[in-house]
């Protein structure tokens, strides 16, 4: 099941225009969040998609843990984290392979 739900995800074909401007508003708001949350004096932590779920270690998942006062934040591993992921990842990392017009991008 997951190999035909990542090959299903290949050869996509994006309007790299309207993407671009997607990405740069998303970029915007996000920027303006962490302003806000850095001006009310909010804590939070900071972790990317990639080193949640791509990474060599866990340390973004301690960091997480750590942030908020629960689970464990030290010695983990990402066997361990992967173990107690209820669902598997079904998308290709490798966006040369997902996108068809990759070049028009980079």
């Known amino acids: ?3 035909a739900h ?3 995800g290949l050869g996509i074909k994006v309007n790299t225009t309207e993407m671009m401007m997607e990405i740069t508003m998303r970029r915007r ?3 303006k969040i962490d302003a806000l949350l850095d001006e009310f004096e909010v ?3 900071s ?3 990639d080193d949640l779920f791509y ?3 866990a340390d973004a998942w301690s960091n997480v843990f750590r942030f908020l006062g629960v689970g464990p934040t030290e010695g983990l591993t990402m066997d361990r984290v992967k173990q107690a992921m209820q ?3 079904t998308s ?3 966006h040369s392979q997902t996108l068809q017009d990759i070049e028009t991008i980079a």
Do not use: G, I, M, W
Request: charged share 35%.
């Open 6 to 8: 990542k090959q299903f």
């Open 47 to 49: 972790v990317s998609y």
């Open 92 to 94: 290709n990392r490798d």
């Open 29 to 31: 708001k996000e920027e």
């Open 55 to 57: 990474s060599e270690t």
């Open 1 to 3: 099941c997951e190999t």
């Open 87 to 89: 669902f598997a990842p």
């Open 43 to 45: 804590p939070y932590v």
